[in-house]
């Protein structure tokens, strides 16, 4: 990733400053920025390994649309599902905003890695899903009249609400709350 390093005219450390002195600590601290946008740590471990998978593929070439959508291309030639492959794709089109944010890709590149597309879905979803109908019927389970039945309420409410894993919900404390 020889592009990704701060341009002179922008440069976050001062003009024509490459901060520590190298590549890879540049790139290492674009992980880390892109890392913290997240903070669901399931997120931020499938955002690593994306980013880890497309350096790796990237190598010495350029940081580019035509690479991203070249490494769209390989994962679909590998037979990763549409919604793996958009999963992987949205940790690298942040990273190109970080990038362009602090100074180390040119902000046009950063638009159009930006704007690759992501693999439509195509088939019927995996899973159970729960209807409008099943939603209501399961929110209106517990008793109302009860304090355990408001609580019971709250808690699904949130969790189907906000679409949250289990371990999202169990680790909501009243500090998260707006």
């Known amino acids: 990733m020889s592009d990704l390093v701060p341009r002179p005219e922008t440069g976050p450390e001062g003009e024509g400053s490459r901060p520590g002195g190298g590549t890879g600590e ?20 499938a955002y690593a390994k994306a980013l880890d998978d497309f350096l790796a593929f990237l190598g010495p070439r350029p ?5 991203l959508q070249e490494f769209r291309s390989h ?25 362009a944010e602090n100074g180390w890709l040119d ?21 159970k ?12 389970a517990p ?11 709250a808690i699904l409410a949130v969790l189907i609400g906000c679409a949250l ?4 919900l169990v680790g909501l404390t009243v ?3 707006q």
């Open 63 to 67: 940081f580019t649309r035509a690479s």
């Open 129 to 140: 899903w729960v209807t409008a109908e099943e939603a209501t019927t399961l929110l209106q």
């Open 165 to 168: 894993r289990r371990g999202e």
């Open 107 to 127: 902000p046009m590149v950063a638009a159009g890695i930006a704007s690759v597309r992501g693999v439509r879905r195509l088939g019927i979803r995996v899973g």
């Open 26 to 45: 540049v790139v290492a601290r674009l992980k880390a920025l892109v890392l913290d946008t997240v903070s669901s740590e399931h997120s931020r471990r």
């Open 175 to 177: 500090a998260d709350l």
């Open 75 to 99: 994962m679909e030639a590998s037979g990763l599902a549409p919604s793996s492959i958009n999963l992987r794709l949205a940790p690298l089109r942040k990273l190109a905003t970080e990038a």
């Open 143 to 153: 008793d109302a009249s009860t304090v355990k039945g408001k609580r019971d309420r």
